[in-house]
């Protein structure tokens, strides 16, 4: 294993409907064989027109918008909504968030964010030549730890899981735990050069594993069926 | 933001207890100032002996373990136990593994990561001459995520959770989400080029934000109290 390098994509225009993220990225990052780009979601969600009005002075507003984007609301305390999206994310809020956003307007999640993912690698291939794999980050809570990180709610030509079943560790071994959700761990190890108060929305992940270089979906692959969930 | 580099740290003998890992380390990796060193459980667990005999043959001498290691179990199903350990991790088997362990052995947690990973520390401060943070990781899975990732489960000179509350966003309104968890998505970050099926431990983190660089501590920070837990 070798060497792997995070680099910011910064000095991205305020992005507004319609705006073309690929090429905004292609310009900005020269980009190689085997690179990952991260976008956050909150651009990807600009991009595509996923803003809607809310009355800022009305503090129902908010959290009605918070229910229609859910199908089930799982806990509530407080302003916190813990519910399970349409695409089957259990978070915060539905993913609905004011941050970054022009006041009066919130960005929802992207209807389809593997889709989304595959729109920004198409337009990266066609503008540098390059395929590379893309993930589409958002800021995520957890059950039982303090603290957000960055996971990946899309992806697109980087696998979200990779199966180590029947590989044996360094002792000869078969390996208890197979399944490692490498789209996760790209998505938190990009936002560590992105930040949420800056304006950089993208990174360049280089040099990961080829192996991991190959079609994946983060609802196929990393979305927890309700009957596989012990805590729903 | 710059860019950040995560480094593997491989070529590590098999560890045993009483093994100086600081200095098997050092002796690996030239360290720089502002530097992160992210080491997995499993070597720490060997360095200090936290290794204990099952009887391979018997099935309940595993689940034994995990119950004597766990305060509270949350669920079961199957074989596997969820459970909170005495350190208030909530994880699969209460972190008792046996994979990378000689047969016959289980390795347990570290008796508090917090403190090895200050051991550490104090040892590479020692030898090289770097005050480095350290990061202590394991592999842990997700409540409505398939896959896992690794996380902080001890840290020592690097913060675990980085308040960004009072900050604002690229647009001038204050930030909603505002405790991220920097040590996760470092052992995340690190995990990428360390790999389970192959012998490297550890990783160096090189560019972190130096704000970060800070006492930090997972129990204090991370670890969420039962109190504000809305799903135990």
């Known amino acids: 294993m070798s060497t792997i390098q995070l680099i910011p994509i910064g000095d991205l225009p305020e992005i507004a409907p319609g705006d073309n993220l690929a090429e905004l990225i292609a310009e900005r990052a020269p980009l190689m064989e085997g690179d990952v780009v991260v976008v956050t979601q909150k651009v990807v969600s600009k991009a595509e027109g996923r803003l809607v009005a809310i009355d800022a002075t ?57 889709r989304s993912a595959r729109w920004i690698r198409d337009g990266l291939l066609a503008r540098t030549g390059v395929a590379a794999g893309v993930i589409v980050s958002d800021t995520f809570g957890r059950t039982w730890r303090r603290g957000v990180v960055d996971v990946a709610i899309g992806c697109a030509g980087v696998a979200a899981i990779v199966d180590l079943r029947g590989t ?65």
Chains 1, 2 share one sequence.
Do not use: Y
């Not at 507003?61 to 089957?88: A, C, F, P, W, Y």
């Not at 692959?221 to 009957?227: D, F, G, K, L, N």
């Open 58 to 114: 009305d503090p129902l507003s908010h959290k009605r918008l918070v229910e229609q984007e859910s199908v089930r609301v799982l806990r509530r305390r407080g302003d916190l909504i813990v519910s399970e999206t349409r695409h089957g994310f259990v978070c915060a809020n539905a993913g609905v968030d004011l941050s970054n956003v022009e006041a009066g307007l919130a960005a929802l999640l992207p209807v389809d964010p593997d």
């Open 168 to 232: 044996v560790d360094a002792l000869g071994r078969e390996l208890q735990v197979t399944e490692v959700c490498v789209a996760d761990q790209i998505a938190s190890a990009a936002e560590l050069v992105m930040g949420k108060a800056r304006r950089v929305p993208a990174a360049v992940v280089r040099g990961v594993d080829p192996s991991w270089l190959r079609d994946g979906s983060v609802r196929d692959e990393i979305v927890r069926h309700p009957s596989e969930d012990l805590f729903r």
